[in-house]
């Protein structure tokens, strides 16, 4: 009995001993585990604010596709530093290609002129590089898409008929073409020189210059024929799309088999024939680049971060024609504002003042339009004729009140690019007062004479209805 107790009470003892034990060993581990998890806590912490979340990735477009982006932004643009920089939704800085001085003087110019529709382009030759791009009118979505639309091209397109005529050795600038008809001309089956009265006779620099239509439909129809025309169109960049990640339609020449067809296309009479604003302004500048066309190109640089980035080098888009018939084509382009439709235009004080001391290589055309609906006038030009800075390009539509014409854009446009050009030019001689007299004159027996062609046709008709 005694052994049984004293073994219990070692029993007791050692159990309680034991569970002491084991009581010290939990608190040990829990006071070693407690500092030990706080560090890793800390750590972690640590380690997360040490990798912040990275920055999203910039989404903005590259190369030609970035070209409507900065486009539908140039309106916001601020002038920062001499450059014109806008920025995108993303945070990133564009900074253009444009002319600041020019780009503003040209919207200044068309908001005192105020007429429907006008639009403005002008690059630089050698790299595509747009200096300004600026349209006016009530409906903004119009001046944001007009450089793409498509629009009757009108007697701009004698340049793709010259230029295919001369491509193919058809013609030089002095070569004669023998018409009958008026120089505006809207009748093609009257076009031919009379069998026994014969007709008149001009070379195809000056019938450039006063846009003559007869002589350039006659020479898309006797001369050079739909495939010879067709090919040269291809060359210009028509029926194709030109710039991948513009939205820029495809300008359309749909070549005619027949001889009335030809004649209204070769001449720009064909309503059929549309161009953008962009493409046309692009063709003058191939033709002053000797025939190489260049990507346009708005944007120098990007700036995101702090980090710049520079745009592409100049890239050629396409020969369009040889450098010898680009070279004709100027010559066949320098009297257009001398002696031929722009000569009132450049009439100004600074107009004169620049022909003074530089050739200028230009083209009009004229015609009427539905979309939007009113007299669509184009001029085209670049300067200075043998080694040309600038190309540029004009449109206005005008309603049944006219405001301004493309030409005068032009002049604007040329004598604000060129001021320190015309403020170095020597002083221009003053009109002697006979010269003014004989121009007076000169302008009234024009409109006696077109006065008396007038009647006559009249008289003529009234003979034949009275005959019948």
């Known amino acids: 009995m005694k052994d049984l107790k004293g073994r219990s009470r070692y029993n007791t003892s050692s159990s309680g001993s034991k ?14 585990l407690i500092p030990l998890t706080v560090l890793l806590i800390r750590k972690g912490s640590d380690a997360v604010a040490f990798h912040p979340k990275p920055l ?15 486009c539908s932004l140039l309106p916001e643009a601020q002038e920062v530093a001499g450059n014109l920089s806008a920025a995108t939704s993303d945070g990133t800085l564009l900074r253009y290609s444009i002319d600041p001085h020019l780009q503003q003087n040209m919207q200044q110019y068309f908001d005192k002129a105020r007429p429907p529709y006008a639009l403005f382009i002008a ?13 006016s009118s ?54 031919d020189p009379h069998p026994k009265r014969g007709g008149l006779s001009m070379d195809m620099a000056e019938a450039m210059a006063k846009s003559v239509n007869p002589v350039y439909g006659k020479l898309a129809s006797d001369l050079l024929g739909k495939d010879a025309l067709a090919a040269t169109c291809s060359n210009f960049g028509f029926n ?23 004649r209204l296309m ?24 000797n025939g190489v066309m260049m990507t346009p190109r708005l944007v120098d640089s990007t700036v995101r971060d702090g980090k710049e980035t520079l745009s592409d080098p100049p890239r050629p888009l396409a020969m369009v024609v040889q450098p010898d ?14 002696s031929g439709t722009s000569r009132k235009a450049f009439r100004t004080h600074d107009g004169r003042r620049l022909l003074s001391v530089m050739q200028v290589a230009a083209k009009t055309g004229s015609i009427t339009g539905d979309d939007p609906a009113g007299h669509y006038s184009w001029f085209t030009a670049y300067a200075p004729a043998e080694k ?32 320190d050009q015309l403020a170095q030019a020597p002083a221009l001689a003053a009109v002697a007062p006979e010269q003014k007299i004989r121009e007076l004159r000169k302008k009234k027996t024009e409109k006696t004479h077109r006065s008396h062609i007038v009647r006559k046709k009249n008289g003529q008709s009234s003979h034949r209805g009275k005959a019948a």
């Open 123 to 135: 690059l630089e030759p050698a790299t595509g590089r747009i200096i300004s791009l600026t349209a």
């Open 388 to 419: 040309p800075q600038v190309a540029l390009l004009a449109l206005v539509i005008n309603d049944g009140r006219w405001k301004i014409k493309a030409s005068n854009v032009g002049e604007h446009a040329l004598t604000t690019f060129f001021k």
């Open 19 to 32: 569970r002491l034990k084991l009581l010290g060993v939990i608190v040990l581990l829990t006071c070693l």
């Open 325 to 338: 018939v680009a070279d004709g084509l100027r010559r066949m382009l320098l009297d257009t504002v001398t």
């Open 138 to 191: 009530q409906d903004p979505s119009w001046n944001l898409e007009a450089a793409y639309r498509l629009f009757p091209m009108a007697s701009l397109f004698k340049m793709v008929t010259a230029a295919a005529a001369l491509e193919q050795a058809k013609i030089t600038p002095s070569s004669q073409m023998s018409y009958r008809g008026r120089a505006v001309s809207e009748s093609p089956g009257n076009w």
């Open 266 to 289: 070769g001449s720009g009479l064909d309503h059929g024939l549309k161009v953008s604003p962009l493409h046309a302004a692009a063709i003058t500048a191939a033709i002053a680049n």
């Open 56 to 70: 999203p990735v910039s989404t903005l477009p590259k190369g030609n596709a970035l070209f409507p982006v900065a």
């Open 240 to 262: 194709r799309p030109l710039l991948e990640g513009i939205p820029l339609p495809p300008s359309r020449a749909e070549v005619p088999e027949s001889v009335r067809g030809l």
